[in-house]
């Protein structure tokens, strides 16, 4: 029987503990396991190489993705990293321009050195890809929804590309989450996940998952996970299967809500552009509506290129908390410029649009009426502060 992905979220991978019945996946908090013989093959044996919690978690994951495979990993750049461990020296990669900040400097800081090659291009035009691939292209690397500036990748026609070529598409599914985009039945190859943020959802834990369909690149990933022990600890595996129970209602009230959040901001006068994906006027509107069963839960959306504005509208915001990451219950305020993307170099974050005017909204489970009002506070601060900027520089 095929069944729904709230259903999924909450049975698949977790039977009842077959010992006391206990409905919550068991803590497995051990390091190593009693063996029967000598030479045997045991399920388990080392916590590094596998944990029965952090197989019932790569079960659930697999299940919530459509898979057959999953791997759980201590965070989504673990899991990024163990993605990358597939390739070679004079590989190379074709990315989207506007991609995660510590993703772009794992590429071009780490597997560039070690003679890996990445061309970076605007891949909301699959053409683009398909003009950038080459006889070493290895992967077609997509976010999409993609951090921050939301925006969208035609999946399934980047991944016929990269079949047509013989490289593997890797979508990171983090922003849309499995409830709301299925890459791997668009054509991809490889989903990576940050499970830190919405999979958890409760800001209390790190983790990453590779999932896939892929035999093949199963044993390769495998293999690189045991071999540098880039795995989560039981009770992490435990925090994300307890969030990952209540995903599909946490990821339609974030839904609900910042659609509201990016109507209003649509619609204010210090704001000078949004980028939101639900938004009639996203010029990937209609991709989302094919591609995505609702458009996600962050709002980026830009100030005048003013860096005193904006600091004046987020210290003036007291629901919002500045902070990194995403996809937690209360709102989040970043400043991509400074805190997710600083890794990136000025001129390039620039040409990408990630200008120092550009504020990521994580849009929580608050009150939206309680969470608009304190937007407009902050708003108002900005515009005045921007105010006196001018004054001072008319003559």
Not at 109 to 116: D, E, I, P
Not at 168 to 193: E, K, R, Y
Not at 208 to 228: C, H, P, W, Y
Not at 297 to 326: H, M, N, P, Y
């Amino acid at each position: 029987m095929a069944f729904g992905i709230h259903t999924r979220a909450i049975h698949a991978g977790q039977d009842n503990d077959p010992l006391t019945g206990a409905v919550a996946f068991p803590i497995y908090q051990t390091s190593t396991y009693g063996q029967s013989v000598i030479g045997g093959e045991p399920e388990f044996c080392y916590a590094r190489t596998g944990n029965p919690t952090q197989h019932a978690l790569e079960r659930n994951l697999a299940a919530l993705e459509s898979a057959g495979h999953a791997l759980a990993f201590s965070s989504g750049m673990a899991a990024i990293n163990n993605v990358l461990s597939l390739l070679s020296t004079g590989d190379h990669v074709v990315a989207c321009a506007d991609l995660y900040g510590g993703a772009y400097r794992i590429f071009t800081k780490l597997y560039a050195r070690f003679g890996v090659e990445f061309t970076f291009v605007d891949t909301t035009d699959p053409q683009n890809v398909r003009d950038a691939i080459r006889d070493s292209t290895r992967i077609v690397w997509i976010e999409t929804p993609s951090n921050p500036l939301l925006r969208l990748t035609d999946i399934a026609a980047c991944a016929r590309h990269a079949k047509a070529a013989g490289a593997w598409t890797v979508v990171d599914n983090t922003f849309a989450t499995p409830h709301l985009q299925s890459p791997l039945t668009l054509g991809a190859d490889i989903v990576v996940h940050s499970t830190t943020k919405y999979l958890n959802g409760h800001a209390d834990v790190l983790g990453g998952a590779i999932i896939t369909n892929r035999g093949d690149l199963l044993e390769q990933l495998k293999f690189s996970q045991n071999m540098v022990g880039s795995i989560p600890s039981p009770h992490d595996c435990y925090l994300v299967l307890r969030g990952i129970k209540t995903l599909g209602l946490r990821v339609e009230r974030h839904c609900a809500s910042a659609r509201l959040v990016a109507t209003f901001l649509d619609a204010h006068p210090a704001v000078k552009r949004v980028h939101f994906p639900g938004l009639p006027n996203h010029p990937q509107h209609d991709l989302a509506r094919i591609q995505m069963r609702d458009f996600g839960g962050i709002v980026s959306f830009e100030l005048e290129d003013d860096i005193e504005a904006v600091r004046a509208f987020q210290s003036s915001c007291k629901l919002w908390t500045l902070a990194e990451s995403l996809g937690g219950p209360k709102s989040l305020i970043c400043h991509p410029a400074t805190m997710t993307h600083a890794a990136v170099d000025a001129e390039v974050r620039r040409a990408n649009g990630l200008h120092d005017g550009l504020i990521r909204l994580s849009v929580g489970l608050e009150d939206v009426e309680d969470l608009i009002d304190d937007l407009q506070v902050g708003l108002r601060a900005s515009a005045a502060r921007k105010r006196r900027s001018d004054e001072v520089l008319v003559p």
